[in-house]
Every structure is written in structure tokens, then in C-alpha cells.
């Protein structure tokens, strides 16, 4: 899986003094991790070190993250102070994240909320979803409906309550519904770029300094079967 993003096709979706936010794509990673490929976090830097002429090392705080396999939007802080703050929202949860799907096979209900106990396998970086809690698990909640139906998949929208490793995947999964390409959680194949079909669409906050309200919404990747959602 290639890194598709550097400093001159950054796809920048809010940008202020305080913070920036990114759509990210398949194959970025978040933050440095032991496979030693150029992180999103060092891309967004040397864009805004040529776009400011800053001098010297740029300050630049990493808030949350995506799956590498995932697509979406990523907020980084700009000053200190931004950081702090938004680190205070994410955990606080008093952001409204809303995230879109593919699935192969369709959920029996068409709206629902899933209430599952996550518990996390570090060796192969899984976590899987019990109806009932299990030693070292964690709650898990979400609600999803179905926004359109395709010809061989299902899109959903996905409004998440918890925000635990893998938490959509897993339970997605956990209901016979695995996202597009997710070979992890149980999908049939892999998509062509080594992605999955799961979007960080929409991200509603209060500006850590100005406290207005923002709204970001995330296009989607360029492909025929997100063109068709």
C-alpha cells in the first residue's frame, strides 16, 4: 500500500490559524508507526512550512487517527492551545462523528443501534465484538441506517457513540455485514488499492479558540462504487 498524499495534492477541507483539517486517503498513516513510511502528520507539516515561509521546525499536534485502510477527514491542531482543547472534545466525546460504509450484505434491519463488548488482540491488531462483556472488554456502541442500496452492496451512515479500536469494522462485521474490502473483519476480497470502504464523513465541533460551531463534511474518494453513493 503506497502513500498517496504529499505537500502538492493535499486535499485541505479547513484551515485556520489554530487548526487543519485534511481528507485523508487510503494508504496514509496518521502518525509515524514502525513501518517507517511518511506519515500525513509530516506531509501536512512541509505544506505549511512552504505555504508560511516558516522557518525552522512547525508545530503540529496530532488529535486523533484513521485506519491506514480508511479514508476521511483528520483534524491536526496548529498551536498548543488548539491541541489541548481538541484533545479535550475527542475524549470528552463532544464531537459528532458520522461515517460512511460499504457493506456486501445488507443488514437485516434497516436502521439500528449495535451494542457490543470489544475486546482487542494486539498480536494481530483485531478486536473482536461479544453480545455480553468478556475479561478486558470494552462497550461499544453506534447507530448506522441504510442510505442507499446498490446493485451488489449497501451503503450506510454510521453515527458512532464510543470510539474504540476498530469499533465500526468489528461491528459491522458482527452482524454478517462486513465493509467492502475489510478482509480482516471477513470481507471476500480486497479492493484493488488496498482500502476498505469505510469514510470519516462528516465532523461536527466547537472551535477550540473562536467557539464556533464547524461543520466539515469529507468528499468521497474518487471510485465508481462511492461515485454511486
Known amino acids: 500500500m503506497k502513500i498517496l498524499s504529499d505537500k502538492n495534492n493535499l486535499q ?4 485556520d490559524n489554530h487548526i487543519i483539517v485534511v481528507n485523508k486517503r487510503v494508504g496514509d498513516i496518521v502518525q509515524g508507526d ?3 513510511d511518511k506519515p500525513l502528520s509530516d506531509v501536512v507539516k512541509e505544506y505549511i512550512k512552504d505555504k508560511y515561509n516558516k522557518p525552522g521546525d512547525v508545530f503540529l499536534g496530532v488529535i486523533h487517527r484513521l485506519d491506514r485502510p480508511t479514508t476521511g477527514i483528520v483534524v491536526f491542531a496548529r498551536t498548543s492551545k ?3 482543547r481538541m484533545n479535550e ?4 466525546r463532544e464531537t459528532k462523528k458520522t461515517y460512511w460504509a460499504v457493506v456486501k450484505n445488507k443488514p437485516v434491519e434497516a436502521a439500528a443501534k449495535l451494542v457490543h463488548y470489544l475486546k482487542r488482540n494486539e498480536k494481530n491488531n483485531t478486536s473482536k465484538a461479544h453480545l455480553k462483556e468478556v475479561p478486558d472488554s470494552k462497550p461499544a456502541s453506534l447507530d448506522y441506517k441504510i442510505i442507499k442500496e446498490l446493485q451488489n452492496y449497501t451503503a450506510l451512515e454510521i453515527n458512532l457513540h464510543t470510539g474504540r479500536h ?3 469494522r468489528a461491528q459491522l462485521s458482527a452482524i454478517g455485514s462486513p465493509i ?3 478482509l480482516k473483519y471477513g470481507a471476500d476480497r480486497s479492493n484493488p488499492d488496498g482500502g476498505i470502504h469505510l469514510h470519516a464523513r462528516k465532523l461536527v465541533f466547537v472551535h477550540p479558540v473562536s467557539k464556533e460551531n464547524i461543520t466539515i463534511i469529507a468528499p468521497t474518494p474518487d471510485e465508481t462504487i462511492w461515485n454511486a453513493v
Open 82 to 84: 488548539a491541541l489541548t
Open 180 to 182: 467492502k474490502g475489510d
Open 166 to 168: 476498530h469499533q465500526i
Open 89 to 92: 472534545l475527542f475524549s470528552n
Open 34 to 36: 514502525k513501518t517507517g
Open 12 to 15: 485541505i477541507l479547513h484551515e
